[in-house]
């Protein structure tokens, strides 16, 4: 009996000198591994352009249904995206999300992408539903707010070429 209770308070002592394995959350944020997959965002070119082009890939290869995408048709004076379509409404709901990465494997421009953010908490179903408002980037510093006012046929290519298509 008291073997067992030196050989606790022994396992008790040696843990007090060794560096705490918890962090203060939310005060300091842990980095998370290479390749955590966290909440989505919609990129943007450098011209501040929106890679999106509505083509609903993303949606058609989700296996929870849980990307909503419906496209309208860009004009020269009101252009969100290259190409001839931009994504008008953009939605995933997060409660049926599974954070598989189908979806950014899907995209033809890395367009959607899952990045590091993972504090996802909501309090009813209606704050579940993430719309392209919320999951868009900021425009680029060197870049203009969309819809841009561009020059005729200036930007007819809805895929750009890829660094790293192979
Ligand atoms: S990560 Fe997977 S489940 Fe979530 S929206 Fe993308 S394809 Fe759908
Ligand atoms: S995120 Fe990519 S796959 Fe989905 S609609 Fe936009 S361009 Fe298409």
Not at 89 to 97: A, D, G
Not at 106 to 132: G, H, M, Q, W
Not at 141 to 153: C, L, S, Y
Request: charged fraction near 30%; proline fraction near 5%; charge should be negative.
């Amino acid at each position: 009996m008291i073997g067992e209770i030196i050989r606790g308070m022994a396992t008790t002592l040696k843990h007090l000198f060794h560096d705490p394995v918890t962090i203060d959350y939310p005060n300091v944020k842990r980095p998370v591994r290479r390749r955590f997959k966290g909440r989505h965002v919609l990129k943007r070119y450098d011209n501040g352009l929106e890679k999106c082009i509505g083509c609903a890939l993303c949606a058609a290869a989700c296996p929870a249904d849980a990307i909503f995408v419906e496209a309208s048709e860009n004009k020269d004076d009101e252009r969100f995206s290259p190409g001839e379509r931009y994504a008008s409404t953009y939605e995933i709901n997060m409660l049926r999300c599974i954070f598989c990465g189908f979806c950014e494997d899907a995209c033809p421009t890395e367009a959607i992408v899952l990045e590091n953010k993972y504090e996802l908490s909501f309090y009813d179903r209606a704050s579940a539903l993430y719309t392209k408002e919320m999951l868009i980037v900021d425009v680029p510093v060197n870049g203009r707010i969309t819809p841009q006012e561009v020059d005729a046929g200036s930007f007819d290519r809805a895929i750009p070429d890829m660094e790293d298509a192979d």
